[in-house]
């Protein structure tokens, strides 16, 4: 394996992955949630320039190819993680996250299942688009998360009192990120479908053909 810039920006995002709940073990909040939504923003762009780069100066690897696939996941599963467990386990969000934790394992487990010929699902154009659904639905949740941190740990400002202001910008957030993570579920589901429909001819035993 070679060192190229394509292949490092991958190793950077998959190392990224984990270092999103980490910040919440070294850093209070809301700090942990702006240097998780920064990490996570940062690595999400990285998804876009290894592919860009390793075509456009013709680096591609079989290595870039393995590893690309599982930085994305593991970026999507342990963020989906943490979200959950500081939104106050909202089912809300821990339905769609279900069904794109479900969806991931469920592809993994059946691309390595079909072993040489799993090559035959290829990546789908909706596929990329659902990956970016999830990139963009986790971020704004983690905007959503720092800013109703910072909303709930103060005092209120004079003239907020009990009276009705309307949604704050860490509702609207919270609002967008989940309408957003459904969305990214129901392309993830749909996704996760036509790669099992796609595999059907090969898990059929030989006298079923």
């Not at 850093?27 to 240097?35: I, M, S, T």
């Not at 659902?130 to 910072?150: C, E, R």
């Not at 009192?161 to 993570?181: E, F, K, R, S």
């Amino acid at each position: 394996m070679k060192w190229t810039l394509p292949n490092t920006l991958t190793v950077l995002r998959l190392l990224a992955a984990p270092g999103v709940a980490v910040m919440f073990l070294y850093f209070r909040r809301p700090w942990a949630d702006w240097f998780a939504l920064t990490l996570f923003i940062s690595a999400a762009i990285t998804d876009y320039f290894d592919g860009y780069l390793a075509r456009a100066w013709k680096q591609e690897s079989k290595f870039g190819a393995m590893l690309d696939p599982i930085a994305d996941k593991a970026m999507v599963v342990i963020a989906l993680v943490v979200l959950t467990g500081y939104s106050g386990m909202n089912p809300w969000l821990i339905l769609p996250a279900t069904v794109i934790l479900f969806r991931e394992v469920f592809v993994s487990g059946l691309r390595e299942f079909m072993g040489a010929d799993k090559g035959k699902l290829k990546v789908t154009r909706l596929a990329k688009w659902k990956t970016t659904a999830q990139m963009v639905a986790i971020a704004t949740l983690f905007l959503g998360t720092g800013l109703d941190f910072l909303e709930k740990g103060r005092a209120p400002r004079a003239g907020e009192g009990d009276l009705p202001t309307g949604l704050t910008p860490a509702d609207m957030a919270n609002h967008v990120g989940l309408a957003l993570i459904w969305i990214a579920a129901i392309l993830t589901a749909i996704t996760g479908w036509d790669y099992f429909r796609k595999s059907l001819p090969y898990l059929r035993d030989h006298h079923d053909a």
